[in-house]
């Protein structure tokens, strides 16, 4: 599966942003989906994760139910949806595809499919 991240932008402090994932192939809805971001310096840290029929949901314990993933098999996207956002949640942000599809994969290393990355800077 091949994957467009976009939605990324400058934002205030507190404000919000909607990130979106389109996935091209016929097999999207068997797959689990992550979001994941990387700052500058930093590792690649795990955001969220939706599984394939969108029925369990994980997060990183930063998120603290600030963020919402969803997606749409009919339309073959994964969202993110921000509020709330800090500066230190300034990154670029990626989706990912794993095969199990089972929601509970949060390690950068189980998934096959990557986006190309879309950059949120969140200002104070």
């Known amino acids: 599966v091949q994957l467009q991240a976009s939605g990324g932008g400058l934002v205030q402090a507190g404000g919000s942003l909607r990130l979106s994932c389109a996935a091209s192939?016929?097999?999207?809805?068997?797959?689990?989906m992550g979001w994941f971001r990387q700052a500058p310096g930093r590792e690649r840290e795990f955001v969220a994760v939706?599984?394939?029929?969108?029925?369990?949901?994980r997060y990183g314990d930063f998120v603290k139910g600030r963020f919402t993933v969803s997606r749409d098999n009919a339309r073959n996207t994964v969202y993110l949806q921000m509020n709330s956002l800090k500066p230190e949640d300034t990154a670029v942000y990626y989706c990912?595809?794993?095969?199990?599809?089972?929601?509970?994969?949060?390690?950068?290393?189980?998934?096959?499919?990557w986006g190309q990355g879309t950059q949120v800077t969140v200002s104070s």
């Open positions: 990912a595809a794993e095969r199990s599809g089972s929601g509970y994969v949060t390690s950068p290393s189980r998934y096959d499919s």
């Open positions: 192939g016929r097999t999207f809805s068997s797959y689990g």
């Open positions: 939706i599984s394939f029929s969108g029925g369990i949901t």
